[in-house]
């Protein structure tokens, strides 16, 4: 999973950013606020044509949102609120993207591939949390399970947005959302049946 790879590397590096938010007093449950609110900014800026603004303001966020974790971890602040805040926070942000993107290709003239593309890809998302929240009620943790998480989802739409290419990054997040989706599944279906048999849980 590639955001497993970029943690490793990019933690260093964000690691005295980390450290003057600690200073100023800046909590995690604030970054986690302002990133949503710079993603709902790039959802607007979407709707209304501005593509290229709308990525850069989405890298902008997704680094953000990044940094809410990290930020717990160091000042071990850690708690299941901040958990259930930042999943609510991806959430709305998520759902403002695809709706600003959903109002860009409307105005386009509906685009009926793209459109549902769309959909598909929130589905997928959708299916995918909805999966690893409910693993979590049987004591299944799918948290790294799943080649195509927040990052790379942020990522392939950064880049659609920038580059021009919205109808491929489409493509790229409908399969994407719905195949890691069908992994996680898989994966707490092995899981259950391993503590049925009373053989240790995979993780």
């Known amino acids: 999973m590639l955001s497993r790879w970029v943690r490793k590397w ?11 938010l600690a200073r100023c007093g800046i909590g995690p449950d604030a970054v986690t606020m302002g990133s949503l609110a710079v993603v709902l900014l790039s959802g607007t800026l979407i709707a209304l044509g501005y593509t290229v603004s709308g990525g850069l303001v989405l890298l902008l966020g997704g680094i953000l949102d990044g940094l809410d974790g990290a930020l717990a971890r160091q000042q071990q602040s850690a708690s299941p609120f901040g958990a259930f805040l930042d999943s609510i926070a991806d959430h709305c942000g998520d759902f403002a993207v695809y ?8 105005h386009d003239g509906g685009r009926r591939t793209e459109t549902l ?3 598909a890809a929130l589905f997928g998302s959708l299916f995918g949390s909805q999966i690893r929240s409910r693993a979590g009620m049987l004591g299944m943790d799918l948290k790294d399970v799943g080649f195509f998480t927040r990052f790379e989802r942020v990522l392939v739409l950064v880049l659609g947005l920038m580059s021009g290419r919205i109808t491929e990054s489409l493509w790229v997040l409908a399969l994407g959302t719905n195949l890691s989706a069908l992994q996680r599944l898989h994966h707490a279906l092995r899981a259950w049946r391993s503590l049925q048999s009373g053989r240790t849980p995979l993780t």
Do not use: K, T
């Open 99 to 106: 709706f600003g993107l959903l109002c860009l290709l409307l």
């Open 10 to 20: 990019v933690g260093a590096l964000l690691n005295p950013f980390l450290v003057v």
């Open 117 to 119: 593309l769309l959909f």
